[in-house]
Nanobody, 118 residues
Framework: QVQLVESGGGLVQPGGSLRLSCAAS????????MSWYRQAPGKERDLVAA????????NYADSVKGRFTISRDNAKNTVYLQMNSLKPEDTAVYYC???????????WGQGTQVTVSS
């Protein structure tokens, strides 16, 4: 049974920080690129950040570049998203995704809510 379980979301004031975690099980984590997506009300689900299977290359949406950092610990089967200098427009449900060339559709977590508000 494949599982991706996000945690760490919550309510934070503008300028604050959160660290999201995604714990993976049921597949070979080290064979998958990992990514974070987010979906705000009335908007499409968009890529936020991605990291290669070995952690060697990362990619970020322009809207979060310089503020967010994606990382992974293959020994713990966990991917992280450190979010700093949060803005109200970062408010969304954040989803963890695992994908590789053989499974481009990937696996999805259930999402965790991030709300940035004063």
């Amino acid at each position: 049974q494949v599982q991706l379980v996000e945690s760490g979301g919550g309510l934070v004031q503008p300028g604050g920080s959160l660290r999201l975690s995604c714990a993976a099980s049921g597949f070979t984590f080290s064979n998958y690129a990992m990514s974070w997506y987010r979906q705000a009300p009335g908007k499409e689900r968009d890529l936020v950040a991605a990291i290669t299977s070995d952690g060697g290359i990362t990619n970020y949406a322009d809207s979060v570049k310089g503020r967010f950092t994606i990382s992974r610990d293959n020994a713990k089967n966990t991917v992280y998203l450190q979010m700093n200098s949060l803005k109200p427009e970062d408010t969304a449900v954040y989803y963890c995704n695992a994908a590789n060339r053989l499974r481009p559709r990937g696996y999805w977590g259930q999402g965790t809510q991030v709300t940035v508000s004063s």
